[in-house]
């Protein structure tokens, strides 16, 4: 059982179906068929593949229009500090919106019965949907971004029924969640439509002839806060007890009672006497998304029942309930089969391999040997080992993080009066918590109590506060320890240490991703460093934990304690040194000239790629048996060796436009190019009907397209369009002009890896950070030379690095960043390469850099730029002791592979 070998690392690029997890021969049984994967999936994502492949054939434009702005487009967004951050969708929203999407528009698969041909387990029948309503549930792990799905679906939908003349979706939706918690987190993003216009979801006015800004009328009614209701436009965001037709009020899950927290019956009026619930029923239309859907797991139910009365009452008026979309990482019924309805999924154990959770790391053997639970009736002595452990490993991240972020250690117990006993102990025990201890009682469903030692109305809205802001600098609490657990909608990102102090049993009904979830999210997101959370306990709490195995999730086991690295590993931050006393900043700080770009692409020209000037690939046409023709076959694209097959569903037989489509979509993201699919795309046609081969071909040959996905086939057309392309668009100006400059000391801290450092002396920064050991090692070298002012080690994308674009080997284009800046003197810098094992993007980089250089001293008359190459092989044997007998030593130097 594991991830396929070709599963990718990046969040971002597609994956085909057949490197998706699926669970080993030795826990597929029956049982495992029901609880490990949707039956609906595997069909749902080969024919989403295929359709994403042709262009999005057979949709409508307003969808066309959409998907391409959001997933097609290069966007940026403005960061916290200031600055615009390219932002793509992850793959895993993009593939669920897209499954919706294809499977209401393109498939018209709107019931129960349209839905059960997609089943690849021979096992769903009709009895399995309790709905007579369109139904989908969206499975996303735990920090996956199901808000995000949420906005484009509604977004679409909008304007799909604005748009399509025969439209049967909604301009009206209700988003539910199921309890006050989950509310506020989905209230910030949608009060005031701030998701709608801080993503990239509106597209531009203009864009495909619409004006999708001024379109998006919108009024937003948060619970019984009601404003004018119209016709159309209306976003109702409502904890799912404000729904309630008393008929069903009694049957909530988990609901043991009413009131602040959970929110009260809807038993007050507004907008003219109606009720939320009434709103809602009396609407023309609706489309229904359930934040959080796992509690949807019995049509008995009120949450379903309301649902169906909805869907009812919409009948009665010749109307019908759109859609529902359900969004949730745990789909599973109290018996652990996963909802059937379920047309997405992506795993938690591929958002960990992914990076878009945290890892979570449990101690190693020797650890857990030395934890004790001693014999003692005070709760606090009896598990005093396991919580100082996770006190050591929430302070190890402290440490080094709180300059940037407030690390957060959160504790679970089993009930109250241990819950306040271990708050106080941790309070008297630590210096550092003092103070800073936040202790929440919560009931069965999660929620916060209300009657928790007799606290006013006032103090429970500072607790939720508290305890939803705890990420903030300037909230006070350090740790949360908590009854149970904040279940669902406590998503905040801090959590570094978890700490398990209760028993878990079948009967409550929890799942290990539910427990792992309060501390999967990550604390830098958008930044590309590796995360882990840090899970301490009891043996039961561990095992408990450790069940999740079974869903493939690969758990890191390291040693923790005194004196040890830590299991969780946070990430470095790289700052300027302000705090070393013994550092002259303003000696050692470097000021480099930001040069506007010699080579750009000049889009335009695309359209004059023409198929009949293109080289012929002459390829022999091989022939494919019927069976063969209906297999993937997966080869290296240097050796040709096999990795491995998926043979095609027959009702899912490949066609020519997804086979031009995958050719001119990886064409335009590999050459990172913005828009031009619709010309690509007829051109590559018309070259692989007419030059690819020996002969013309018909592309609908099934035989024909079996002979596309050859390395042979592969090769050629990348190749040979690649090649073509860049020499039509890759265009460099004669001049460069300076736009700005990089000064080191205003760097922002920003954080790497963990990872080998260096404490340098003759730097602005606090480390140089690399996991090379031969840049380790120089990097000591230039922290020793007495003959130079100061050094830094060049980071990657961030605000103060210098970046170069350069002409790759392919003729492309892609950014260059050197290794490491020296100030020797205050008028002469040097910007170092150095390399271990030369490539073949070595000699473009290089020959850019030198113009750099050239750029640079031209353009700032104090100063003299100069480029200087050191190969690892060349240092070991010369080794110099000064930097001046670095500069003798690699006079000249250059990479082997030099034009």
């Not at 009895?127 to 509604?154: C, N, P, Q």
């Not at 190890?396 to 306040?420: G, H, I, Q, W």
């Not at 000021?591 to 889009?603: D, H, Q």
Request: glycine share 8%; charged share 30%; aromatic share 10%.
């Amino acid at each position: 059982m594991g991830l396929h070998p070709g599963f990718p690392a990046d969040p971002h690029v597609l994956l085909d179906p057949a490197v998706r997890w699926y669970p080993g021969e030795e826990v597929f049984t029956e049982t495992g068929q029901a609880t490990l994967l949707p039956p609906l999936v595997h069909r749902i994502r080969q024919g989403v593949k295929a359709w994403r492949d042709s262009g999005y054939e057979g949709a409508s434009d307003t969808t066309r229009a959409l998907l391409r702005h959001w997933f097609e487009t290069e966007h940026a967004l403005l960061a916290a500090d200031g600055t615009l951050r390219p932002f793509r969708y992850y793959f895993a929203q993009r593939e669920a919106v897209e499954s919706a999407v294809w499977l209401y528009e393109v498939e018209e698969a709107r019931d129960p019965y349209a839905l059960i041909r997609y089943d690849a387990s021979g096992r769903v029948s009709k009895g399995m949907f309790a709905e007579d309503w369109t139904r989908y549930v969206l499975k996303l792990a735990t920090g996956a971004g199901k808000t995000k799905v949420m906005s484009l679906l509604i977004a679409w939908a909008y304007f799909h029924r604005r748009y399509e003349e025969d439209s049967d979706l909604s301009t009206n939706f209700l988003v539910l969640a199921p309890n006050i918690i989950v509310l506020d987190r989905l209230r910030q993003d949608f009060d005031g439509l701030r998701i709608f216009h801080e993503d990239p979801i509106l597209p531009e006015n203009g864009h495909e002839g619409r004006s999708w800004q001024d379109d998006f009328q919108v009024t937003l009614h948060i619970q019984d806060e009601i404003g004018v209701v119209s016709d159309t436009g209306n976003l109702f965001l409502s904890n799912v007890h404000r729904l309630a037709d008393n008929t069903f009020a009694p049957s909530f899950e988990d609901d043991d009672t009413s009131g602040y927290f959970l929110g009260r019956r809807p038993s007050g009026k507004a907008n003219g006497g109606l009720d939320l619930g009434q709103i809602v029923r009396d609407v023309e239309d609706l489309v229904i998304f359930n934040d959080e859907a796992h509690h949807i797991h019995d049509e008995e139910l009120a949450w379903f029942k309301n649902i169906a009365d909805i869907s009812s009452r919409l009948r009665l008026k010749g109307s019908r309930l759109s859609a529902q979309f359900d969004l949730t990482a745990t789909p599973k019924h109290t018996n652990g089969a996963i909802f059937v309805q379920t047309v997405a999924d992506y795993p938690l154990v591929e958002a960990i391999r992914q990076g878009v959770v945290k890892t979570p790391v449990l101690p190693d053997a020797a650890s857990r040997a030395k934890l004790t639970e001693r014999a003692s009736d005070k709760f606090t002595e009896r598990y005093e080992d396991y919580l100082h452990l996770g006190y050591l490993e929430w302070q190890k991240v402290y440490d080094e993080l709180s300059a940037t972020k407030k690390p957060v250690l959160f504790v679970m117990t089993d009930d109250t009066r241990n819950c306040d006993e271990v708050g106080a102990y941790l309070e008297a025990r630590y210096p550092e918590l003092r103070g800073g201890v936040l202790v929440i009682h919560t009931k069965r469903n999660g929620e916060i109590a209300e009657a928790a030692k007799g606290k006013d109305k006032e103090e429970l809205e500072r607790l939720r506060r508290m305890s939803r802001e705890i990420d903030l600098a300037e909230n006070p609490y350090k740790a949360i320890v908590s009854v149970m657990m904040l279940r669902e909608g406590w998503d905040v990102q801090n959590v570094v240490t978890i700490v398990g102090l209760r028993p878990y049993k079948a009967a409550s009904r929890i799942l290990p991703e539910q427990t792992l979830g309060r501390g999967l999210r990550r604390m830098f997101r958008g930044e590309e460093v590796v995360e882990k959370v840090s899970v301490v306990g009891t043996d039961a709490f561990v095992d408990f934990v450790e069940s999740i195995r079974s869903e493939g999730v690969e758990l890191e086991y390291a040693p923790m304690g005194q004196g040890g690295p830590g299991g969780g590993k946070s990430p470095l931050v790289i700052e300027v040194d302000r705090q070393n006393e013994k550092k002259d900043l303003e000696r050692l700080d470097m000021e480099l000239p930001i040069l506007s770009p010699r080579l750009y692409r000049e889009f335009k020209n695309l359209e004059a790629l023409d198929a009949g000037a293109l080289p012929p690939g002459r390829l022999p046409l091989k022939q494919f048996s019927p069976e063969e023709q209906r297999e993937i076959v997966f080869k290296d694209l240097n050796t040709d060796e096999v990795s491995h097959k998926t043979l095609l569903d027959t009702a899912l037989a490949p066609t020519h436009q997804a086979a031009v489509g995958f050719f001119a979509r990886t064409i335009l993201r590999d050459l990172r190019l913005v828009g031009g699919f619709d010309v690509l795309f007829g051109t590559l046609k018309q070259y692989m009907e007419g030059r690819l081969f020996q002969k013309p071909v018909d592309l609908d040959d099934l035989n024909v397209l079996r002979n596309l996905s050859e390395p042979a086939a592969i090769r050629k057309i990348l190749e040979t369009f690649k090649t073509v392309i860049n020499a039509l668009t890759v265009q460099e100006k004669g001049t460069t002009e300076v736009r700005g400059a990089i000064k080191l000391s205003k760097a922002r801290p920003f954080v790497v890896s963990n990872q080998p450092y260096l404490v340098p002396k003759r730097s602005v920064f606090s480390k140089v950070v690399t996991d090379q050991g031969f840049e380790l090692d120089f990097a000591g070298f230039l922290d020793a030379c007495e003959d130079l002012v100061s050094f830094a080690k060049n980071p990657q994308r961030q605000p103060t690095s210098l970046r170069i674009e350069y002409q790759t080997a392919e003729g492309g284009l892609a950014n260059y960043y050197p290794d490491f800046l020296v100030k020797e003197t205050e008028a002469d810098y040097w910007v170092v390469e150095t390399k271990g094992r030369e490539d073949v993007e070595d000699a473009g980089k290089w020959e850019r850099l030198c113009r750099w250089c050239e750029d640079a001293s031209a353009a700032d008359a104090s100063r003299r730029y100069r480029p200087l190459f050191v190969a690892e092989e060349g240092w070991k044997k010369t080794r110099p002791k000064s930097f001046q007998g670095l500069r003798e030593a690699f006079a000249g130097a250059r990479p082997k592979t030099s034009r």
